[in-house]
T-cell receptor, first 113, second 111 residues
Framework: DGGITQSPKYLFRKEGQNVTLSCEQN?????MYWYRQDPGQGLRLIYY???????QKGDIAEGYSVSREKKESFPLTVTSAQKNPTAFYLC????????????FGEGSWLTVV | SQQGEEDPQALSIQEGENATMNCSYK?????LQWYRQNSGRGLVHLIL?????REKHSGRLRVTLDTSKKSSSLLITASRAADTASYFC???????????FGKGITLSVRP
């Protein structure tokens, strides 16, 4: 089935550790996105990439890093510099053929312990 | 920065009733979209309305857009318990450009 796969679904991190969230899509979409969702605050854009080997900071990029070496993959690393990383992270993708419609993965829960 | 703001923040209705949710935005847009999110899941696209459209239907969903008032409404008719979810509006400047999401409306449909 075509779609966006995020892994792991649940992740626990100790303070001071970096963790990487995986996002893979087989929709052949050009653009990919990472959003963070906190209770009552909706979605905030962390990073986005419109083509391979290129990405831009979103509204809350500090403490995060990404790479886009392959069209289908857009991993997000939550670094130790991110002071409050506990949140729900959503990966998404879109293509010009879909207009401005974004397709989301099922999300990853990150908890700092 | 979040452009879309939904209203009300929470809505509780009886099964069979209609649910109306509103979204306001501040700057000009190319299109406005509504998404649905079940608890702990990803968002699912419901409907897109372009800036030159005033109304659009999809099944039990009806979306209106008033660009002069910078507002949109989502109507779900004959609601079902399965419609219980959070609903988000998102505004877009153009293809493959980032969308800006609101904080969402929590809809509860009582059986």
């Amino acid at each position: 089935d075509g779609g966006i796969t995020q892994s792991p679904k649940y992740l626990f991190r100790k303070e001071g550790q970096n963790v990487t969230l995986s996002c893979e899509q087989n929709l052949n979409h050009d653009a990919m996105y990472w959003y963070r969702q906190d209770p009552g605050q909706g979605l905030r854009l962390i990073y986005y990439s419109q083509i391979v080997n290129d990405f831009q900071k979103g509204d809350i990029a500090e403490g995060y890093s990404v790479s886009r070496e392959k069209k289908e993959s857009f991993p997000l690393t939550v670094t130790s510099a991110q002071k409050n990383p506990t949140a729900f992270y959503l990966c998404a993708s879109s293509t010009q053929e879909s207009g401005n419609t974004i397709y989301f993965g099922e999300g990853s829960w990150l908890t700092v312990v | 920065s979040q452009q879309g703001e939904e209203d009300p923040q929470a809505l509780s209705i009886q099964e069979g009733e209609n649910a109306t949710m509103n979204c306001s935005y501040k700057t000009s847009i190319n299109n406005l979209q509504w998404y649905r999110q079940n608890s702990g899941r990803g968002l699912v696209h419901l409907i897109l309305i372009r800036s030159n459209e005033r109304e659009k239907h999809s099944g039990r969903l009806r979306v209106t857009l008033d660009t002069s008032k910078k507002s949109s409404s989502l109507l779900i008719t004959a609601s079902r318990a399965a419609d219980t979810a959070s609903y988000f509006c998102a505004t877009g400047p153009g293809a493959n450009s980032k969308l800006t999401f609101g904080k969402g409306i929590t809809l509860s449909v009582r059986p």
